[in-house]
């Protein structure tokens, strides 16, 4: 009995994401003109420091910016701490953000190239991860593409700029960033060293 409450919970906590995020793509066209400084017209920055959204999950992109505004009406103590998005995001009303998601969800999708000598290490990695230090497999959450699932609100990583994925995998191994479900990234991140980082980064950039 507790097993089928856990199921309809989670599937109504789905669905109700789902019917959140009921936005309007041109609309959203419209109110990304301020983000196309950093991260490009359609969402494909050209510089590696942001990430490119095109293609991204909507449901993901709500609920990062959800976080950046949690952020900033709780002085970071909350949510996704970032000083140039708790800006972006403090007047952003719940139409805004669902019309940005659906926007940046509609473009392209991301598309990137991997060095081939890092290939062979970073495809043993993410596909399988690494028993002995017990870390777990990338494409368990985010798939063999690295497209994730939007559902579960696991982010597609495929085509990401590599220097901005290092970037927040450091930032989940430090704690530096916390707004991961039950710290699942965190966790990952915590037992992986620098050079799994550069790795995985780079090799991640060139999946699609």
């Known amino acids: 009995m507790k097993k089928i409450a856990l199921f309809v919970g989670l599937y109504l906590g789905f669905t109700g994401a789902v019917m959140a995020a009921e936005g309007d793509a041109e609309a959203g066209k ?5 983000c196309a400084a950093c991260h490009g017209p359609t969402g494909s920055s050209p510089s590696d420091m942001y990430p490119k959204l095109n293609g991204q999950h909507a449901s993901y992109i709500e609920k990062q910016l959800h976080d950046y505004k949690l952020a900033a009406e709780t002085g970071g103590e909350q949510g996704r701490a970032n000083a140039i998005m708790q800006g972006q995001v403090a007047n952003l009303s719940e ?8 926007y940046f969800a509609s473009q392209d999708p991301m598309q990137g190239t991997a060095p081939e000598d ?6 043993a990695l993410y596909m399988g991860g690494d028993e002995e230090r017990k870390i777990a497999a990338c494409v368990a959450c985010h798939g063999p593409r690295g497209d994730g699932m939007g559902l579960a609100n696991f982010p597609d990583v495929s085509g990401q700029h590599a220097a901005y994925l290092k970037t927040q995998l450091e930032m989940f191994r430090s704690g530096e960033r916390a707004n991961d479900l039950n710290g699942m990234m ?8 620098d050079k799994d980082i550069e790795v995985l980064s780079q090799y991640i950039q060139g999946l699609y």
């Open 118 to 123: 890092v290939v062979a290490a970073g495809q």
């Open 186 to 193: 965190q966790d990952v991140a915590a037992k992986l060293t």
């Open 95 to 102: 139409q805004d953000i669902a019309d940005l998601a659906a």
């Open 30 to 34: 419209q109110k990304s003109q301020v």
